[in-house]
């Protein structure tokens, strides 16, 4: 029996799939609990234009994200921190603080976990921010740390 999968479904394949399983798991599993939809010319046709609006969408949004990373590339954050006697931060600078100041300077808006540091901020400097904006694509900011 050909079904048309509507989710994935682990050993058997992903959604958007045309898969060939037996009748007895098709008619008594996949069927009743919507996980599939049997294989007519109809569904087929239907499932091959959705999955051509799927790759249409991810190529769209391939394409913002690499726009939006090169971007982040020309973008520098200055976060004034406060310096001990001995040149060290009181505190740490992470993902969060420039996610912050990303914000409120440029106005864009990035989840503070998207955000890594190539190495550990531990006193004033320049470094450099790793941004995961897609799946597939980062950008790299300088980010600098200054006393104030």
């Known amino acids: 029996m050909k079904v048309i999968l509507q989710k994935d ?3 058997v394949g992903k ?7 037996s009748d007895g ?7 009743p609990k919507k996980v599939a939809v049997e294989a007519t010319s109809n569904n087929i046709n239907v499932a091959k234009a959705q999955a051509g609006s799927a790759a249409r969408k991810k190529a769209q949004d391939t394409d913002e994200a690499k726009l939006m990373a090169a971007q982040l590339s020309q973008v520098s ?3 004034p921190v406060k310096i001990g ?9 992470g993902g969060k603080d420039i996610a912050e100041v990303l914000k ?3 106005n864009i808006d990035i ?10 901020i531990s006193g004033v400097g320049t470094y450099e921010a790793i941004i995961k904006v897609h799946p597939e694509i980062t950008s790299t ?3 600098e740390v200054v006393q104030g």
Do not use: A
């Open 9 to 11: 479904v682990k050993n």
């Open 77 to 79: 954050v200055t976060i």
């Open 141 to 143: 900011i300088k980010v």
């Open 104 to 106: 409120k300077k440029h």
């Open 111 to 120: 989840d503070k976990r998207k955000i890594s540091l190539k190495t550990e």
């Open 85 to 93: 006697e001995n040149g060290r931060l009181f505190g740490s600078v």
């Open 15 to 21: 959604k958007g799939d045309i898969v060939e399983v």
């Open 25 to 31: 798991y098709g008619r008594n599993f996949l069927l």
